[in-house]
Each structure stands twice: as structure tokens, then as C-alpha cells.
């Protein structure tokens, strides 16, 4: 779910009905995109889903600008107080796409035996995913295969807004459980260098332009 950002300028506008102001903590960049994490700073009027100081995470289109950002309400997700805004905006994407795939795309199981082909940047937070619902990773033979047709596929599924919060809370929820623990993040050298892995950003390192 991507969405335009806006330059918040010093004087901090007011801001429109349905906006909101983000105060950036973290930025993670990856194959999938940027995801910035950060603290609500200011609310438009009318606002009715989340309020100042709450923690929240969105869908960036583009490199930056400021450490600020005005953002649609409806483009949010909430982030629960025990996730990291590191975690948000690094983990967060992948771990989201790779749910689609395990619980849209296969309806994994317990009892499934899956191997896993892809060699996208998702493929270790699927593999994260299997294991984490009780299922088996196999190199050999298997009654599942998440393969790069898998995350195509994921990529096309298209959820309400409900839907998309209660796939993140299902997310959150697995990180709490310490799936993707295992999973390194890059440097920006590293990811320069060819590796796939999320790279995660702070401000200082890092702006977010309109």
C-alpha cells in the first residue's frame, strides 16, 4: 500500500482534513520499496484513527528531504508499543508479503512440507513464516513450493483496509514470537554490493523527499 509524501516545512502548515504529521525514527529500504516508521506528531482536524505521540508505520514512494513527513490517516498502520520502529520499517514489508504467500497464496498448514525456490529478498522471511506456523522446511521432495511465481501472485492480492490491519497485527504478532530474529539486515554497503536483505536507515542517515 504505497502513498505520496509531502515535504513537512519548518513552519509546520496546517495540515488537511484526513492528514497527518510523522516524525521519521527509522527507514527500511528494500526490493519492495521504502517503509518509514516514526511518532505521530500533529493530526488534521477531524482526525479519528490515531492520535499525537501514537507510533506508526507507512508506505513511501521516494528518497528525501526532511525528517518529517505529512501522510494521509488511511495510508497507516498503527505500530504496537513492544515493535521497534527498527523492526517496522525493516522487517515489516517483507514479513507482510511473505504472509500473503504462506496464508493466500498456499494456505500453508501445520502438516505441509514446503520448499522454497524463490530467491527474492522474501525468500527468508517465507521460510521464517513456515516454520513459524509449524510447518516444514524441505529441500527435497514436498507438497508445497513457494517459488518467484508465488511472490507475483502476492504481490497482486489486494486487500481492504480491515484486512490489511488485521494481516499486520498477524505480522506483528510473529515478531513478538521472534520469527524473523534469524534474518540479517544490510548495510548500505552491503546492499551496494549485491546483498538483497532489507537495509534499515535513521534520520541522520536519511530523508524523505515529496
Same mark, same amino acid.
Given at each position: 500500500?504505497?502513498?505520496?509524501?509531502?515535504?513537512?516545512?519548518?513552519?509546520?502548515? !496546517?495540515?488537511?482534513?484526513?492528514?497527518?504529521?510523522?516524525?521519521?525514527?527509522?527507514?527500511?529500504? *528494500?526490493?519492495?520499496?521504502?517503509? %518509514? +516508521?516514526?511518532?505521530?506528531?500533529?493530526?488534521?482536524?477531524?482526525?479519528?484513527?490515531? /492520535? !499525537?505521540?501514537?507510533? %506508526?508505520?507507512?508506505? *513511501?514512494?521516494?528518497?528525501?528531504?526532511?525528517?518529517? #513527513?505529512?501522510?494521509?490517516?488511511?495510508?497507516?498502520?498503527?505500530?504496537? *508499543?513492544?515493535?521497534?520502529?527498527?523492526? +517496522?520499517?525493516?522487517?515489516?514489508?517483507?514479513?507482510?508479503?511473505?504472509?500473503?504467500?504462506?496464508?493466500?497464496?498456499?494456505?500453508?498448514?501445520?502438516?505441509?512440507?514446503?520448499?522454497?525456490?524463490?530467491?527474492?529478498?522474501?525468500?527468508?522471511?517465507? /521460510?521464517?513464516?513456515?516454520?513459524?506456523?509449524?510447518?516444514?522446511?524441505?529441500?527435497?521432495?514436498?507438497? #508445497?513450493?513457494?517459488?518467484?511465481? *508465488?511472490?507475483?501472485?502476492?504481490?497482486? %492480492?489486494?486487500?481492504?483496509?480491515?484486512?490489511?490491519?488485521? /494481516?499486520?497485527?498477524?505480522?506483528?504478532? /510473529?515478531?513478538?514470537?521472534?520469527?524473523?530474529?534469524?534474518?540479517?539486515?544490510?548495510?548500505?554497503?552491503?546492499?551496494?554490493?549485491?546483498?538483497?536483505?532489507?537495509?534499515?536507515?535513521?534520520? +541522520?542517515?536519511?530523508?524523505?523527499?515529496?
Amino acid at each position: 500500500m504505497a502513498t505520496s509524501t509531502r515535504i513537512a516545512r519548518a513552519t509546520h502548515p !496546517r495540515l488537511a482534513e484526513g492528514d497527518v504529521r510523522v516524525r521519521v525514527g527509522a527507514v527500511g529500504i *528494500s526490493a519492495l520499496g521504502t517503509q %518509514v +516508521a516514526g511518532t505521530i506528531d500533529a493530526v488534521g482536524p477531524d482526525s479519528v484513527g490515531f /492520535a !499525537r505521540n501514537d507510533r %506508526v508505520a507507512f508506505r *513511501s514512494t521516494a528518497p528525501a528531504g526532511s525528517t518529517t #513527513v505529512v501522510v494521509a490517516e488511511r495510508d497507516l498502520i498503527g505500530i504496537p *508499543s513492544d515493535v521497534s520502529l527498527d523492526a +517496522a520499517a525493516a522487517i515489516f514489508p517483507c514479513a507482510l508479503l511473505a504472509r500473503t504467500i504462506v496464508k493466500q497464496v498456499h494456505s500453508i498448514g501445520r502438516r505441509n512440507s514446503v520448499s522454497i525456490t524463490d530467491i527474492s529478498v522474501v525468500a527468508p522471511f517465507a /521460510a521464517a513464516w513456515v516454520e513459524h506456523l509449524g510447518a516444514t522446511v524441505s529441500s527435497g521432495n514436498a507438497d #508445497v513450493v513457494v517459488s518467484g511465481q *508465488s511472490v507475483r501472485s502476492a504481490l497482486g %492480492v489486494r486487500s481492504g483496509h480491515g484486512l490489511v490491519q488485521q /494481516a499486520a497485527a498477524d505480522v506483528f504478532a /510473529a515478531m513478538r514470537a521472534g520469527a524473523f530474529d534469524s534474518i540479517a539486515l544490510s548495510s548500505p554497503d552491503e546492499a551496494r554490493n549485491g546483498s538483497r536483505a532489507p537495509v534499515l536507515l535513521h534520520p +541522520a542517515e536519511v530523508t524523505l523527499a515529496a
